[in-house]
T-cell receptor, first 115, second 115 residues
Framework: ETGVTQSPTHLIKTRGQQVTLRCSSQ?????VSWYQQALGQGPQFIFQ???????GRGNFPPRFSGLQFPNYSSELNVNALELDDSALYLC??????????????FGPGTRLTVL | DQQVKQNSPSLSVQEGRISILNCDYT??????FLWYKKYPAEGPTFLIS?????DKNEDGRFTVFLNKSAKHLSLHIVPSQPGDSAVYFC??????????????FGKGTLLTVNP
């Protein structure tokens, strides 16, 4: 059983550019969630995908979008980058299950720096 | 509006003693609580969880206590070991009809266990 992997590890972009971050979920997991962790803060929920459809969204603007593929991989796309988008982006996979068993397993993250 | 609060940014304990990390929440809809541990340059690692129907859950050296009336939970680590030194995040989720399991995180507590 493989864990959650993310690529790239680090990324530097300039304001206004677009970025795509990738995540490979744990085998067998049908749900992927993306989080943004700013310096000194806890992770903040961006959105969740379940069976390739968006399943919930946090307080992030539409320029944050995502995709989930049948092979358990997923993408986070951010358009028109702003300086405040600089953060660690984490993806987490889980198996949608009855309440009380919602354990999300995180990847190592992608550190995005916007200049 | 911080729905999950970890009021102690840091905690320092001696090896072999008990570490107690605290977490308060404000949203009464939260029904599932988790603790994650995070080392630098790694993603959060799941540690232990508790459902709102319980008040205690144990796993080896780790015990989580939940006081629903006070909207408070705590993580006890005993005995503490130097390898436990990390940032600990408290997280909570609400089962909104099985369609959204987003996690709401606190800001984290840096635990340092001194040899």
């Amino acid at each position: 059983e493989t864990g959650v992997t993310q690529s790239p590890t680090h990324l530097i972009k300039t304001r206004g550019q677009q970025v795509t971050l990738r995540c490979s979920s744990q085998s067998g997991h049908n749900t992927v969630s993306w989080y943004q962790q700013a310096l000194g803060q806890g992770p903040q929920f961006i959105f969740q995908y379940y069976r390739e459809e968006e399943n919930g969204r946090g307080n992030f603007p539409p320029r944050f979008s995502g995709l989930q593929f049948p092979n358990y991989s997923s993408e986070l796309n951010v358009n028109a980058l702003e300086l405040d988008d600089s953060a660690l982006y984490l993806c987490a996979s889980s198996l949608q299950a009855p309440p009380g068993s919602d354990t999300q397993y995180f990847g190592p993250g992608t550190r995005l720096t916007v200049l | 509006d911080q729905q999950v609060k970890q009021n102690s940014p840091s905690l320092s304990v001696q090896e072999g003693r008990i570490s107690i990390l605290n977490c308060d929440y404000t949203n009464s809809m939260f029904d599932y609580f988790l603790w994650y541990k995070k080392y630098p340059a790694e993603g959060p690692t799941f540690l232990i969880s508790i459902s709102s129907i319980k008040d205690k859950n144990e796993d080896g050296r780790f015990t989580v206590f939940l006081n629903k009336s006070a909207k408070h939970l705590s993580l006890h680590i005993v005995p503490s070991q130097p390898g436990d030194s990390a940032v600990y995040f408290c997280a909570a989720s609400a089962d909104s009809g099985g369609s959204n399991y987003k996690l709401t995180f606190g800001k984290g507590t840096l635990l340092t266990v001194n040899p």
